[in-house]
């Protein structure tokens, strides 16, 4: 099958970090997509990867140096970075991340950012405390900003023995958001509302009431959502996660400020609840609850205002509403009663009694009017992929 690489020209810039062998195998993909690849190496990258391997599988001379001036005869620069459809940066280093935010041109890669006016994706692997470094957390905000599609690194264990958010994404995952840069933007003119995490309900000044949410599953579809062109905005309860390119973010705490926020985004033509809402918050003390000797005293719990349900029934209704329901039992004839009581057009149902809070992996049902489609496992960036496709075809007849 063709996909949106096919003829493509990837400038690819593999920076010096460990998962530098994994761009060989991204090289054969692309190849294998019907892709060229120019290969460029930087010096670090040169200790990982043999220019030697990288050109074999490339079929192309690998470049690693701003004064090669055999090179420059051949193609300058400037020329090369503008040969490409796209450039990707696979591995971003902290280093190379850190250096193309400030705009510095100080080697071959950095120049070749800056020369250019050709869409960027950055693919970072580094170690876990490198990437959660307020340092390139601001770095990745303002490649973001200036336009840069970077992608966020898998959890999971580390090569230096550590656990958490820094590894390389799966090829398969790099070659997706490949191919998304070059993907149709069927939800342009599009606004969708996106609501993600958990809630916090404060007890008193220094504790709350929360959730096991991670925000994953929101955060991926609302990039999924602005990969397809829609504008998108992401109401985010606490989470540690970067924004998503392309998406205005609206950070909240507990579940009327979110109720707020989502009022305030309207209107919109698709409202995707995924947020864990807390259904109860306390009568918050105004001042520390203390032990004292005192008996605890109770917690007083009203219940929260239904984010999704006030969405549903709203005289600004979005086109389509769509809700998450996570289920330990009775899975689709829970979600199926859920999506009438709320007012949505689909829910997206889970089992949640096998860990799906904070994995990387979902399976979902979508129930809608017409019945129940099982996705079966997936990861959650593919879920998103799966469901903004799907809303796209659902506008695509109403244009
Ligand atoms: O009733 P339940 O919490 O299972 O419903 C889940 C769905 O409803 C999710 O889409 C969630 O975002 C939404 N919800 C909401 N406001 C609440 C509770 C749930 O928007 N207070």
């Not at 890669?109 to 800056?114: N, V």
């Not at 109401?235 to 400020?257: E, I, K, Q």
């Not at 209704?317 to 057009?345: C, M, Q, S, W, Y």
Request: with cysteine.
């Amino acid at each position: 099958m063709r996909t949106l690489v096919h003829g493509k020209t990837i400038l690819l810039i593999v920076g010096g970090g460990i998962a530098a062998f994994k761009a060989l195998e991204l090289v054969r993909e692309l190849r294998r997509a019907g892709a060229r690849v120019l290969p460029v190496l930087t010096e670090n990258g040169t200790r990982f990867v043999t220019p030697l391997s990288l050109s074999a599988l490339a079929g192309e001379k690998v470049r690693t140096s701003l004064w090669d001036l055999e090179d420059e005869a051949a193609m300058g620069h400037i020329q090369l970075s503008r040969a490409a459809d796209l450039i990707v940066v696979c591995p971003a280093t902290a280093s190379l991340i850190q250096r193309a935010a400030a705009g510095a041109a100080d080697d071959l890669a950095t120049t070749l950012l800056l020369a250019t006016d050709t869409p960027v994706l950055m693919v970072p692997a580094m170690n876990v405390r490198m990437w959660l470094h307020a340092a390139t957390q601001r770095n990745v905000a303002t490649l973001r900003g200036d336009g840069v599609t970077v992608m966020t690194p898998d959890d999971g264990e580390m090569a230096c023995g550590e656990f958490g958010p820094g590894r390389l994404p799966d090829v398969a995952a790099i070659m997706a958001a490949i191919a998304a840069q070059f993907g149709p933007k069927p939800l342009l003119g599009r606004h969708a509302l996106v609501t993600a995490g958990p809630t916090h309900e404060p007890i008193d000044p220094v504790r709350f009431i929360g959730n096991h949410s991670s925000g994953k599953q929101g955060f991926a579809i609302a990039g999924a959502l602005a990969s397809l062109g829609a504008r998108v905005t992401l109401v985010a309860g606490p989470v540690h996660l970067p924004s998503p390119a392309g998406v205005t973010r609206v950070d909240v705490m507990t579940a009327r400020d979110m109720q707020a926020a989502c009022e305030a985004a309207l209107p919109a033509d698709i409202a995707v609840m995924v947020a864990a809402v807390a259904d109860w918050r306390a009568d918050a003390a105004a001042r520390k609850l203390k032990k004292d000797g005192q008996p605890l005293p109770p917690l007083q719990l009203t219940e929260n205002p239904d984010i999704l349900a006030g969405i549903g029934q709203h005289t600004r209704r979005p086109a389509l509403v769509v809700g998450f329901a996570a289920e330990t039992h009775d899975l689709i004839a829970n979600a199926a009663a859920k999506r009438v009581k709320k007012g949505a057009d689909w829910i997206v149902a889970n089992n949640v009694s096998d860990g799906v809070f904070g994995a990387d992996s979902n399976h979902v049902h979508l129930v809608t009017a017409t019945g129940a489609e099982d996705w079966g496992a997936q990861a959650k960036q593919a879920v998103a992929t799966t469901l903004a496709n799907r809303i796209a075809v659902h506008f695509s007849g109403s244009a």
